[in-house]
């Protein structure tokens, strides 16, 4: 799965959970500064993704995922892991 | 540092110091705001209607839900990934407290300064019901991280003290039905003693779902007029048979006489008072001869300086029950002696149903538009008095209040023995 992948995935599941247009879920947005997610937003989020790209997002990795490219790097990182 | 303890240091009332509503809303079975609900009051309007698609088992199959025009304004305010993370309780609060704020004029104010009492009687039940099917059908897993703060009792405080940005406390006073009403007397005592200049205050609730239902008929409190709703909720009517519930919200905004006529506010009127006692006498049931409830109303005009011969209308709160009603109106004649003779009582509970924990912040708006237009609202549904109910009480049309100065009271009543009283003063 490549980075534009799994950016419209996670565009449409921002989309979805918090009403964000998909267009604004940019690389270098912040999840909690510029798109306005809170922190429990943040872990639906992360469950989301879990889903929909078959990774496992662990809670010591998620404080870490900063902005959208932060999680992009983790799931294909994971991705390819698993 | 001294600029910022001088911000937060107490600043109480002073003596004589008056506490005033500038702001109002309301979102309720008879309108999207508050002047349509005064309108619908005037009107005696009816709230109640059947619900569909409701279980053939639950034995009342009615409710005064929100308006259609209530429902379409929520759901336009609160947009759908909004309504993932907050409860119905915590929508409704939202919806009627952005009213209120919009309608004092969005005071600017020291965050510091501006605090929260805002309630309901039961939290976000319908979540807690709502993720147990999705935990029984789907998993553990799929059980929202969102569950908690939605089902909360401080919820719909903390969702109001969130988007307001109220720092200098949110407070969240639980007593059942009289929630609403102590969460106004809790603000009242936060601006007398200084430790906010503005307070959000109100009472909301949402909990029109099989089982709540199922509950309250189990306990045998509510009408179970199932042919005909919009006849079920008759305070201090004969054939009364029990409360009708609703839903809904109700928010004020507070704050000190001065500071509202400094700022050029439009002045609602005067929370002059409050007075709170426990029955100790029965879990759900009101003491018969009424006696609490007459030391709270009591104890609330004392609070206001005001003497029973004051008072031109009282906003009772008479639910529809057989025994509550009949209390109520004991505890009032008990309370004013033979100034009753001369106050007229609305039961506007026979529109709007039981909003539990937001009756009583619903209820002092109807109490503070009633001394604005000097007029007290007709209570619906009453067509035969009980004869044990030995008071005054506005039937078929809005009823005139007198001339000066006027002042009124407004009851609520809660599960667990709660009374409490609120006195208001024309601006």
């Given at each position: 799965m490549t980075?534009?992948?799994i950016?419209?995935g996670?565009?449409e599941?921002v989309?979805e959970?918090?009403?964000i247009?998909?267009?604004?879920v940019?690389?270098?947005k912040?999840?909690?500064d510029?798109?306005d ?8 989020v ?7 790209f078959?990774?496992r ?14 999680a992009?790097d983790?799931?294909e990182?994971?991705g390819?892991?698993? | 540092?001294?600029a910022?303890?001088?911000?937060t240091?107490?600043r109480?009332a002073?003596?004589g110091?008056e506490?005033v ?9 008879i309108g999207s705001d ?5 309108q ?6 009816n ?6 698609d409701w279980?053939?088992?639950v034995?009342?199959?009615?409710a ?5 025009e209530a429902e ?8 759908p990934h909004?309504r993932r ?9 939202l919806?009627a ?14 965050p ?15 979540t807690?019901?709502?993720?147990h099917?999705?935990m029984?059908e789907?998993?553990a897993?799929?059980v929202s991280?969102?569950?908690v ?5 401080n919820g719909p405080g903390?969702?109001?003290?969130l988007?307001l ?11 059942a039905?009289?929630?609403?009403s102590?969460?106004?007397?809790f ?5 007398r003693a200084?430790r ?8 909301a609730?949402a909990v ?9 008929a189990?306990m045998?409190a509510?009408?179970t ?6 006849a079920?909720?008759?305070?201090y009517?004969k054939a009364r ?5 609703g839903?809904?919200?109700g928010i ?5 006489e ?8 439009k002045?609602y009127g005067?929370l002059a008072?409050a007075?709170?006692?426990?029955d ?9 001869t009424?006696a609490g409830a007459?030391?709270?109303?009591a104890?609330?005009?004392r609070?206001a300086?005001l003497d029973?011969?004051?008072?031109a209308?009282?906003?009772?709160h008479a639910?529809?029950?057989p025994q ?5 109106a ?6 004013l002696?033979s100034a009753?003779?001369?106050v007229?009582?609305s039961?506007?509970k026979?529109?709007t ?7 009583g912040a619903?209820?002092?708006i109807a109490?503070l538009l009633?001394l604005?237009?000097?007029l007290?609202?007709?209570t619906?549904?009453l067509?035969?008095?009980d ?5 005054d ?10 001339s000066?100065?006027l002042?009124a009271a407004s009851?609520?009543f809660?599960?667990?023995?709660h009374?409490v009283?609120?006195a208001?003063?024309?601006a």
């Open positions: 980075q534009q992948d950016l419209a996670l565009a599941i989309n959970i918090a009403g247009e998909t267009s604004e940019e690389l270098d912040s999840f909690i510029d798109l997610l809170d922190s429990l937003t943040m872990v639906e992360a469950t989301s993704a879990e889903d929909k078959g990774v997002i662990p809670d010591e990795n998620l404080k870490d995922l900063k902005t959208v490219r932060d992009v983790f799931i990182k994971a390819v892991a698993a | 540092m001294a910022a303890d001088s911000r240091a107490p109480p002073g003596a110091e506490i509503v500038t702001g109002i809303g309301a979102l309720t079975p508050a002047p349509s609900m005064w619908g009051l005037l009107a005696a309007a709230g109640a209607r059947s619900l569909p279980p053939d088992d034995p009342v199959k009615f005064a839900q929100l308006s259609d379409a304004k929520l759901n336009a305010e609160i947009p909004q993370k907050l409860d119905r309780v915590q929508q409704v609060a919806v407290a952005r009213e209120a704020w919009a309608d004092a004029g969005t005071p600017e104010i020291d510091e300064r501006l605090g929260v009492c805002v309630t309901s009687g039961i939290g976000g039940l319908t807690i019901l709502t993720q099917d999705t029984r789907r998993g897993a799929r991280p969102h569950t703060p939605m089902l909360m009792p903390a969702a109001v003290g988007e940005k109220a720092r200098a406390g949110v407070h969240v006073p639980v007593s039905c009289a929630s609403g102590e969460a106004l007397a603000a009242l005592d936060m601006i200084g906010a200049d503005v307070v959000v205050a109100g009472g609730e029109i779902h099989p089982l709540p239902i199922a509950a309250f189990s045998r509510l009408s007029r199932n042919d005909e709703p919009s079920a909720s008759r305070p009517d048979d029990g409360f009708v519930m839903e809904g919200a004020l905004v507070l704050e000190r001065s500071d509202a006529r400094a700022r050029g506010a002045i005067v008072g007075g709170m006692t426990s100790a006498h029965d879990v759900v049931a009101p003491e018969p009424g007459a030391r709270a109303l104890a609330a005009l609070d300086g029973p011969a004051d008072i209308h009282i906003n009772a639910t529809s029950t509550g009603d009949v209390a109520e004991l505890a009032m004649r008990r309370a002696g009753m003779d001369a007229v009582v039961a506007t026979g529109c149903g039981h909003l539990l924990g937001a009756a619903v209820e002092a109490t009633a604005r237009d000097r007290a609202p007709p619906r549904n067509d035969d008095p004869d044990a109910v030995d008071i009480v506005a039937r078929l049309d809005p009823r005139p209040l007198r000066g100065p002042a009851n609520s809660g599960f667990g023995g009374n009283s609120l208001f003063r024309s």
